[in-house]
């Protein structure tokens, strides 16, 4: 039995009439547009700060924050959006946040799971003590560590170059945490039968286990990327060179020491949130994709 | 097997201590080896590292240092001073560096403790000085400081950089606080403009004036002044206009006077309140340039900012000068005290012993007159002070030319904003957090300033 | 794997076992070599030096003397401390809760098919996206106390005096817990929706079929296979609030006064403005030690409950 995504009836969260999926009625209909409305609603607000950004992006400079709040420009500088190309080298900072992420997310993703599967699926002497380990470095704050990490990258001839924030952020507890918690809720049995079978537990790992829980890789792999991609301080200790800027170390350029080009800035962060819900809209059905039919009876 | 464990890490943790540890009395001629690609789009130079082989006399063999630098694109003055220089010196290249203007301490910091710092970098403020002082990070440039006639009148804030008798740093730059005015408003609003000798009464007098006068004649927006939201616009002036007044002491009752004025012109509209300037991220560019506030107490940086923005359309176009800074009573009016820190530059001690000569040499040359009239020319304040240098910043199109203006650029006493101890630093962190509790209405002005003697003398003189 | 072991006397077995461990041990390893490797030099070996740094005096330059246990004996003197310490509980004992309940039924909100639920998920993940300066700027304009919006439709419904919001030293802290729920509930909203995955749609529909209500289909299907994942979300959510530190910085500073002074942010200041990474690395231990301890009771917790 297929089974695809699959309703879970809300439990009358936020007030809303839970429709019923199969006998639609006149009153459940206007509770479904009921419900919509107040979605609506709720996600424009959710995004007003966005439309600020957008709409700020096509204001001068000094009308940004300008007392009272304007929301809408006074004059509009659709140039900025040309600007931001020629006067700064937003695409060299677009290629360099684009190349790290990536490279981050899939050395993440691969390594979190694979350890993941060690800590979830072997048992053997420690193993649980060395998980929270790794757990509780991620309760160390990152400003507490980051001069003698630095010295050690230094040291390492690992700084001013890209390999640095890779290195940085790919081997991270995060991951494995995250990956480790997902496989705890596949059944042991899928595992035993595999192992019954012959098969060899790196061979559990690609067949059976990392095609059950895209989900949860496509959470990290969509974590991992906006992070390494909103990251600022990691590129700003490590990457000095121009041609290495992020952009949101690139934005930065926009402000100077006793001014600031506000509306530039605005710019390039919209464009900067851009490419990610694009992404994220494309790709969120992956989240919620059912679970393949593996004779998983309950 | 935890226990081998425990151990390896032990080892890696005293390892790399070591190697934190030895950051000061290293090596490699910091920065210069590798030409970060980029060093970017400043200096004229070969991207050669040659380090030179010769004796030390700068004028013989080719040297290359590297600089530290900010925001090339928006801050021109780094360019300027090495292309300056090495038309002087046609053998010695200087290579920038570029660093982000905001973060600037944080990234050299960082390259210092390294190791990876340049041959030459700017202190931009002093709270870090004593800092890199005593942490070994500054040469002794003691013998360029000789060549300067210390105290006031040529170089402005050169003292600053004296620890135990030894200076560690020169001056190139020196920004003071004076008011800036703009004229149309005071005629409209029938007000005279300010005649340079003014106390902060007179001035809390104007600004309440200012504001009724301007709203009866249909100016919706224009307040009497903005003081922004830094802690500095109100300390700095206690500190260094109040006689006796210290900002290392354990009392600052001294802050009090100046204080209630700030409240109560926030109490009677006659300037923007604290609460709504920091939520609205207000801009003191915005709010002088927009012409929303008639006077505005801010640094000499401030008049290449707006020259620039009124040039662009940033600005509005208005008739505008400086006056001098109110002050605490009339017996300063003839030289008027304000504050400021001084801009400087300091050589890495790391640097190649062969290039320390051509360093010094550069150094000097940052505090001369031709690197200060270089500098007037883009607006900057140099730290050199003289005749030329005023004319020189006035002649630029647009600013203003009345006598009062230029009398006040050149007619003053700059105290340090942060003198240099090794308290300072804590206690500004600590007086900030007063200042704004009090600015934001949640502490009164007297509970303020008792918790910041207390906490001063517990947490940065005791320990 | 079976074995003769009727057959095979003790030795032999207690042998195999042996050989299952090492086995298992060597196969363990195998898959964890590649990130802790990585892990190993370039987290773990700064992380233990930090721990060496908060015994010593320094302050970056020049060496790190020794000083034994003088920072933590500064530590239990020190009023910023302390008034960082509670305001760091303060904020995590109510972002916590508030964040996990908007997440969750975030999640069973929109786990379904509905029109446009792609569009009403990448809303929901916006504020996590958007850049942490945008938001800090918006929500405080917002906020103004004078001249906001949010203050002005108060003062409209006839609540004269409206909250300072971020410039009182009352309300500046449930500002930022609000303002990071705001942020966050896209971010855990993902997690729970993956987690949501993991239910088998026939267990709701035999629970219908039984005549359960929705809300007992909730408490006695979705919440137990959810466990796993929630108490992923409540570890890290709560180590993150614990350790919460760029919202303050670009919303308060940790202002006004101390008010939303936090822990993350105190170590920053004192290692970076005031130059004492010594002592900041003692700060930086109490911390630690603090997210532990919290951390090993829910680990404790969730062992009991997995029983």
């Not at chain 1, 009272?68 to 420009?73: K, M």
């Not at chain 2, 380090?51 to 590297?66: D, F, I, Q």
């Not at chain 2, 570029?98 to 960082?110: F, G, I, P, R, V």
């Amino acid at each position: 039995m297929t089974t695809t995504t699959r309703v879970n009836p809300p439990t009358g969260i936020a007030g809303i009439a839970a429709p019923s999926a199969r006998k639609p009625s006149a009153r459940s209909r206007v509770g479904r547009g009921l419900g919509y409305l107040v979605l609506a609603v709720a996600a424009a607000a959710v995004m007003l700060p966005f439309f600020w950004m957008l709409l700020s992006s096509l204001k001068a400079n000094n009308d940004v924050f300008a007392i009272p709040i304007q929301w809408i420009p006074k004059t509009w500088h659709w140039n900025n959006y040309v600007h931001i190309w020629d006067k700064a080298a937003m695409g060299t900072w677009l290629e360099n946040t684009l190349i790290l992420a990536v490279a981050v997310t899939v050395l993440q993703v691969l390594t979190g799971s694979f350890a993941a599967y060690g800590f979830s699926r072997i048992r053997f002497p420690g193993r649980d003590l060395l998980f929270f380990l790794y757990v509780a470095t991620i309760a160390v704050p990152w400003q507490a560590y980051m001069i003698p990490q630095f010295i050690l990258f230094s040291k390492l001839s690992l700084s001013d170059s890209r390999w640095s924030i890779i290195a940085l952020q790919a081997f991270g507890a995060f991951g494995v945490f995250l990956m480790r918690q997902y496989y705890q809720s596949i059944p042991e049995e899928l595992n035993e039968s595999a192992r019954i079978d012959g098969m060899s537990e790196y061979g559990i790992y690609r067949k059976i286990m990392l095609p059950l829980s895209m989900p949860a890789i496509a959470s990290l792999s969509l974590i991992t990327f906006v992070t390494t991609w909103n990251d600022y301080l990691g590129p700003l200790i490590y990457l000095r060179s121009p041609n290495l800027w992020t952009i949101q170390l690139g934005l930065q350029t926009f402000i100077s020491q006793y001014n600031a080009d506000y509306a530039l800035i605005m710019t390039g962060s919209v464009l900067s949130v851009l490419p990610i819900a694009i992404i994220f809209m494309l790709g969120q059905r992956y989240f919620v994709q059912g679970i393949a039919t593996t004779g998983l009876k309950g | 097997m935890k226990r081998s464990i425990l151990r390896g890490f032990g080892l890696a943790a005293v390892a790399a201590v070591a190697l934190a540890g030895c950051s000061s009395s290293n090596n490699s001629g910091s920065g210069g080896s590798t030409p970060t690609s980029g060093g970017s789009t400043a200096a004229s130079s070969a991207p050669s590292s040659a380090p030179s082989s010769a004796p030390s006399s700068a004028s013989e063999a080719a040297v290359t240092l590297t600089m530290s630098g900010w925001t090339f694109s928006t801050t021109p003055e780094f360019k300027t001073l090495a292309d300056a220089f090495h038309a002087a010196h046609p053998n010695v290249t200087i290579q920038l560096k570029e660093y982000d203007a905001k973060n600037y301490d944080t990234q050299m910091t960082a390259d210092l403790a390294a190791g990876k710092a340049p041959d030459i970098y700017e202190l931009k403020n002093l709270q870090d000085f004593i800092t890199y002082q005593s942490g070994g990070q500054l040469m002794d440039v003691s013998d360029v400081a000789a060549s300067y006639s210390s105290g006031p009148g040529k170089l402005s804030g050169l003292d600053d950089y004296k620890v135990d008798g030894k200076y560690y740093a020169i001056p190139y730059r020196q920004d003071s606080w004076v008011l800036f005015y703009n004229k149309d408003l005071f005629a409209k609003a029938g007000v005279p403009v300010p005649d340079g000798k003014w106390t902060w009464d007179d001035f809390v007098t104007n600004a309440e004036k200012l504001t009724t006068a301007l709203k009866a004649a249909g100016d919706k927006d224009a307040l009497g002044t903005y003081f922004h939201s830094w802690q500095s616009v109100i300390q700095g002036f206690a500190q260094s206009q109040t006689p006796g007044a210290s900002v290392t002491g354990d009392d600052y009752s001294y802050l009090k006077p100046y204080y209630q004025r700030a409240l109560e012109l926030q109490s009677k509209g006659a300037m923007l309140s604290f609460n709504t300037a920091s939520t609205q991220k207000a801009t003191y560019q915005a709010e002088f340039g927009k012409q929303n506030a008639a006077m505005m107490p801010m640094g000499t940086w401030y008049i290449a900012t707006l020259l620039s923005q009124q040039a662009s359309g940033d600005a509005d176009k208005f008739n505008w000068g400086i006056a001098p800074i109110p002050q605490y009573d009339s017996s300063t009016f003839s030289n008027p005290v304000t504050f400021g820190d001084p801009t400087g530059m300091a050589i890495n001690p790391a640097i190649d012993k062969s290039k320390v000569a051509a360093a010094k040499e550069f150094l000097s040359f940052v505090g001369g007159q031709d690197a200060a009239s270089d500098l007037a020319k883009i607006g900057i304040t140099p730290a050199y002070v003289s005749d030329q240098v005023t004319q020189t910043i006035f002649s630029a199109p647009g600013a203003p030319t009345d006598d009062l203006s230029k009398w006040t650029f050149s007619n003053h006493t700059t105290k340090p904003e942060n003198p240099v101890s090794k308290y300072t630093q804590k206690i500004q962190s600590i007086l900030n957090d007063e200042h704004t509790a009090i600015m934001s209405g949640s502490k009164s002005v007297d509970s303020a300033i008792s918790d910041a003697d207390k906490r001063v003398k517990n947490e940065a003189l005791n320990q | 794997m079976t074995t003769t072991a009727l057959r095979s006397p003790s030795r032999s077995r207690a042998h195999k076992r042996r050989r299952l461990v090492v086995r298992n041990i060597v196969v363990g390893w195998s898959f964890l070599l590649p990130n802790f490797l990585g892990f190993a030099v370039l987290t773990l070996v700064p992380v233990v030096a930090l721990f060496y740094l908060s015994f010593t005096d320094w302050n970056i330059f020049g060496h790190a003397n020794w000083i034994g246990l003088a920072n933590f004996r500064r530590l239990v003197h020190d009023d910023s401390f302390r008034i960082a310490v509670e305001n760091t509980i303060y904020y995590t004992a109510f972002h916590v809760p508030l964040t996990l309940a908007v997440s969750l039924g975030l999640a069973l909100l929109l786990n379904r098919k509905m029109r446009g639920v792609a569009f009403f998920r990448t809303a929901a993940f916006f504020p996590y996206v958007t850049s942490i300066v945008a938001i800090a700027v918006v929500w405080n304009m917002m906020l103004s106390p004078e001249k906001g919006p949010v203050n002005h439709l108060l003062n409209v419904i006839g609540i004269s005096h409206p909250p300072g919001w971020s410039t009182s030293t009352t309300w500046s802290m449930p500002t930022i817990i609000i303002v990071g729920t705001w942020r966050e509930m896209g971010y855990f909203m993902l997690l729970f929706l993956a987690g949501l995955q993991t239910i088998p749609p026939e267990l709701h529909d035999a629970a219908r079929v039984d005549g359960a209500s929705a809300w007992q289909r909730f408490r006695k299907v979705t919440l137990p296979y959810l466990r796993p994942t929630t108490f992923f979300v409540t570890v890290i959510l709560t180590i993150w609030s614990l350790k919460v530190f760029d919202l303050i910085l670009v919303m308060t500073n940790g202002g006004p006064g101390q008010s939303t002074l936090v822990l993350s942010q105190y170590i920053y200041k004192t290692g970076f403005e005031n130059s004492e990474f010594g002592y900041a690395s003692a700060v930086s231990v109490a911390l630690f030690f603090i997210c532990i301890f919290i951390t090993a009771i829910q680990f404790y917790v969730n062992r009991r409950r997995n029983r």
